[in-house]
């Protein structure tokens, strides 16, 4: 679960909870709305471990190898130029 996907249920969740005003049998929309939105916080946690652990697994930066190459000219490059000509006998219609 991405970052995004945790806050949306996190919203979803506070909406079910304190701006839903319905009752169906059996079931207590606030009660499955604060649970949508644990469910959010638990994925947003799990998501923010998950980033914080590839950080580390990176490791530093080491320090870049100097290269002391000589810079040789390239050969010069042919270039073939194709032309088209077009000799028409008959006149236009």
């Known amino acids: 679960m991405t970052i995004a996907g945790s806050i949306i ?5 506070a909406i079910l909870t304190w701006a839903v005003e319905f009752d169906l049998a059996g079931v207590d929309i606030n009660v499955v709305g604060v649970i949508i939105m644990l469910g959010g916080l638990v994925g947003l946690l799990f998501a923010l471990y998950r980033i914080n652990v590839t950080r ?3 490791g530093p930066i080491e320090e870049p190898v100097h290269r002391h190459e000589i810079y040789e000219e390239p050969e010069a490059r042919r270039t073939t130029v194709y032309e088209e000509r077009r000799h028409y006998d008959e006149p236009p219609l």
Do not use: F, H, Q
């Open 56 to 58: 580390r697994a990176v």
């Open 9 to 13: 249920l996190i919203m979803l969740g």
